[in-house]
């Protein structure tokens, strides 16, 4: 079983559509939870983090996370072309240091 | 406010050979870590840095090595390069361990 699991995709969804972006990790004792944006031939641009259960909220992405059944999640409300790119998710153990263990990423497709 | 820099942009080696990169933390930050990310696949952390010196270290061979200056910029060698070492190599600078990493454009490196 990989550490941190994502759907690879591709995730297609119609501008002005919200797209939901899952992610499963398996280390327990994880506490920090990040998601990053990968464009094509880009480097990873840090969207958002979450440490509590619950929602985040920050523009039109929210940050879900649930430590009870060990998945964090990312919706992106009102998807624009724009946001087509790989989404990565990571998350930080505790007792990992700063350690990011990453999943392989989801690439998400919003057609106009 | 200058970001993550990482200097050069591409690189082409040859078998055998061997190679520094180096990075330019954000300002303010004072802990780099280094990240290699196949395509197609999530990064895979290397080490962390932080008051120069080797903080935590991932599944990397010996042949990866690095350093931190008193100035929080960083290096990573890698010596007797393999094919499979073609990558991108990412370099992230935080606050801190656990405070969230911010990316560099990276260095694309290439194997003959």
């Known amino acids: 079983q990989k550490e941190v699991e994502q759907n690879s995709g591709p995730l297609s969804v119609p501008e002005g559509a919200i797209a939901s972006l899952n992610c499963t990790y398996s280390?327990?004792?994880?506490?920090?939870f990040f998601w990053y944006r990968q464009y094509s031939g880009k480097s990873p641009e840090l969207i958002m983090f979450?440490?509590?259960?619950g929602d985040k909220e920050d523009g039109r992405f929210t940050a879900q996370l649930n430590k009870a059944s060990q998945y964090v999640s990312l919706l992106i409300r009102d998807s624009q072309p724009s946001d087509s790119a790989t989404y990565l998710c990571a998350v930080k153990g505790d007792n990992q240091g700063g350690k990011l263990i990453f999943g392989q990423g989801t690439e998400l497709s919003v057609k106009p | 406010d200058a970001g993550v820099t990482q200097s050069p942009t591409h690189l082409i080696k040859t078998r055998g050979q061997q190679v520094t990169l180096r990075c330019s933390p954000k300002s303010g930050h004072d802990t780099v870590s280094w990240y290699q990310q196949a395509l197609g696949q999530g990064p895979q952390f290397i080490f962390q840095y932080y008051e120069e010196e080797e903080r935590q270290r991932g599944n990397f061979p010996d042949r990866f090595s690095g350093h931190q200056f008193p100035n929080y910029s960083s290096e990573l060698n890698v010596n007797a390069l393999l094919l499979g070492d073609s990558a991108l190599y990412l370099c992230?600078?935080?606050?801190?361990?656990?405070?969230?990493?911010?990316f560099g454009d990276g260095t694309r490196l290439s194997i003959l």
């Open positions: 979450i440490y509590s259960n």
């Open positions: 992230a600078s935080s606050l801190g361990a656990t405070q969230a990493q911010h």
């Open positions: 280390d327990r004792g994880s506490q920090s």
